[in-house]
Structures are given as C-alpha cells and as structure tokens.
C-alpha cells in the first residue's frame, strides 16, 4: 500500500483527531521508534501545532498522547509560530503531521509541495484581526495606506491583510508590509514600530489584554480560516 508522505490537519476537534489517526495507522509508519519503561518498542508520531491550536490543548491535557501510546505510539511535539513555519517542516519531513489555517497549505501547495488534507474544521475568522493601538488614529482599512502593518508571509494574516484591503478599493502594494513572526511582530507593535498588526488567536486576545491593542476589523466575512 502506498505510504503517505505528507499529512496535514486543519483545524479538527480531538475526538476527529483521534480517529484519524485510528484510521491511518496502518497507512502510515516512521522509522523512528523509541521504547517505554517495560521494553515495548513505540512508533514516533511527529507532530508540529501552534500555541493555542487544537494540538496544543491536547498536548496539555495528555489523553491524546496516551491513547496513542495504547496503540503503540509515541507523540513528539514540535511548536511552530506560525503555518509558514510548519509546513516548511512538514515539507522537509521534520514532521509528519501538522495543525494549520487554510493559506499556508495553499501556498505550500502552489510552490509544488506533496501535501495530502486528512480533517477539515469550522472557521476561526473571528480570531483573526487587524489590530492597531487604542490611540491610534486609524479608524477604517483606507486608513492604512502608507502605513506600516506587519504580517507573516504565506500565513493566514497575510490572506486577510490582502482581501482587507481589496474590499477598501486597494492593494497590498498601498502598504509598507512588514513580514515577520508573531513574537517579533508583537514587540515591533508595542514597541511602535509597526502601525499596524496582523494576525490570529491566542495572539490577538493576548494583545488586546496586554498590549493596548484595538481590533480594526476581524476575518469575519472576509477569509474561511
């Protein structure tokens, strides 16, 4: 039977992970094994999430992992700041599965790569958000012309900062993108480098609570992420 390369989830419920995985088990094998405390050899299963996905709840609780263990797996967690990030991994083969928005596959997948979708979840557009500061005196997307609004390149930020602006009549180029990682893009925004930010839960709730952040608009209507 043909192995399965490449795998990737996008925004699934635990219990539809579960069975996922159920499923392709006899599809697909690592080389790497590890061994528990009794001797018995487990598959490595390696799995790249973001802070606050569906991956990170489950890494947390521990349910997952040790049910997985039950069959005969053993889970390697590997964070990722943001999709871009995760399916270059997922790519090279650093991991074998992995949990991201809907852009960064498709972009993935427009530069060639082999990636096979296993799950499929409900939007999170409402996450998604353009933020700016309480004082600042943006007040609508046209505002954000000539300005300076940072994003991560192929992520889905970088889908909603696109489709933003070509409902407001203008385009990526009407803006000085800044690409860059939520955690370098959190300090530029606080630090006032940045104009503007964009990006995704649990970053944009964390800036609204701790750094004096304002939503302009959501994906709501906007994206399918």
């Not at 012309?145 to 180029?173: D, P, R």
């Not at 530029?188 to 990006?199: K, L, N, P, Y």
């Amino acid at each position: 039977m043909k192995r399965i390369k490449k795998l990737v989830v996008l925004l699934v419920g635990i219990l539809w992970i579960y069975g996922v995985f159920l499923g392709y088990r006899n599809l697909y094998s690592t080389s790497e094994a590890t061994e528990t405390s009794s001797g018995e050899k487990l598959q490595k299963i390696r799995i790249g999430y973001q802070k606050g996905d569906i991956f990170n709840i489950a890494k947390i609780q521990g349910d997952f992992s040790k049910n997985l263990e039950k069959l005969g797996y053993k889970i390697v967690w590997k964070q990722f700041q943001d999709g871009t990030a995760l399916m270059e991994a997922l790519n090279t083969g650093s991991i074998d599965y992995g949990r991201t928005g809907d852009t960064p596959p498709v972009v993935s997948q427009s530069s060639g790569s082999d990636v096979v979708y296993i799950a499929a979840g409900e939007s999170k557009s409402e996450g998604s958000a353009i933020l700016v500061k309480n004082d600042s005196d943006i007040t609508s997307i046209e505002d954000l012309a000539g300005k300076n609004v940072a994003y991560s390149k192929g992520s889905s930020s970088n889908y909603l900062i696109v489709k933003a602006l070509e409902n407001a009549g203008l385009s990526i180029n009407d803006i000085e993108s800044e690409n860059l990682k939520p955690a370098d893009a959190r300090i530029a925004f606080e630090q006032g480098s940045v104009d503007a930010w964009v990006v995704w839960d649990p970053y944009t709730a964390s800036a609204q609570v701790d750094a004096d952040a304002r939503i302009l608009i959501t994906g709501e209507g906007i994206t399918t992420d």
